[in-house]
């Protein structure tokens, strides 16, 4: 097999075939891999039949696996494979409740929040399900210049369930609610392997801004989120079975959407990547 990695076109993102993640990946393999996913923020890896062990093999070509916060959404035999399941989703007014619509960015309130996400594609509705993807590192570098000024040294506050959130979070017993971590993250941070700069948001979780009023801090929020998720900046990933997408939690904000059938099953296998404390670009 011959691996070929090609941009795809849309303002992010790399498309990967000729590969067989079930085999063992030579090193130069890996590293190409590595710095695609680096580079294009969110690889689509095609035609893949993993199993659960295979996947999280693949998996950490890109970094280490890390523990799921949620042990009722994992495989019991393999806990560090997250399942996403159309069966585990609630129905509100005839519609799926899922856990990831509106746009975010994983785990923000931890103090090293997962460097990456991936998802592998068993069971597809016939229709729907995608999941959309902006580049919040274009979006900054498109501000003004003294709107860059100004918020590069800002933060804010990054709890479970953000008093703003526009999605409900899962709930959690008190006991849970209790491990569950919260911090103050950057405004805008610098990637680490890339050296790029890129807004950090994530409105289910924020709570203002630091130094600023609770109205000045929501505002200036409101006005990036609006910026960042602008169509120009946007993937929109139609899935097919058998894909594998990583993407980088440092370089880009996803959303997903339950806009299928709910009849249909949907299933797919969730890992992510431990991450470091994210780095200020100040």
């Not at 294009?40 to 916060?69: C, N, S, T, W, Y």
């Not at 998720?229 to 139609?238: C, G, K, L």
Request: cysteine-free; charged content about 25%; glycine content about 6%.
């Amino acid at each position: 097999m011959s691996l070929t990695i090609t941009p795809l076109a849309a303002p992010l993102g790399a498309e990967v075939t000729g590969i067989d993640l079930r085999q063992p990946q030579p090193a130069d393999v890996r590293q190409r891999l590595y710095d695609a996913w680096v580079e294009h923020a969110v690889l689509v890896i095609r035609d893949q039949k993993l199993a659960p062990a295979e996947f999280l093999e693949a998996a950490q070509i890109f970094g280490k696996a890390l523990q799921q916060q949620l042990r009722k959404f994992t495989l019991p035999e393999l806990p560090l494979v997250g399942t996403i399941s159309s069966r585990d989703l609630p129905l509100v007014d005839g519609k799926l409740h899922v856990r990831g619509e509106n746009y975010h960015t994983d785990h923000s309130n931890y103090p090293a929040p997962p460097k990456a996400t991936t998802l592998h594609a068993i069971n597809l509705p016939d229709t729907g399900g995608d999941t959309q993807f902006v580049d919040v590192r274009k979006a900054f570098d498109d501000l003004p210049q003294t709107l860059r000024q100004t918020i590069v040294s800002l933060r804010s506050p990054h709890v479970y369930e953000g008093s703003h959130s526009p999605r409900k979070m899962t709930a959690l017993s008190a006991e849970e609610r209790a491990k569950v971590p919260q911090t103050s993250q950057p405004l805008v941070i610098r990637h680490p392997d890339s050296d790029r700069h890129a807004l950090y948001l994530n409105t289910g979780r924020m709570e203002g801004i630091e130094g600023l009023s609770s109205d000045d801090g929501w505002a200036l929020i409101d006005q990036l989120y609006k910026h960042a998720t602008q169509t120009r900046y946007e993937y929109r990933h139609r899935w097919r079975a058998g894909d594998m997408v990583i993407w980088d939690n440092r370089s880009v904000m996803h959303q997903a959407n339950a806009d299928y059938d709910p009849a249909q099953y949907r299933f797919l296998y969730r890992i992510m990547l431990e991450g470091a404390p994210l780095q200020a670009a100040a």
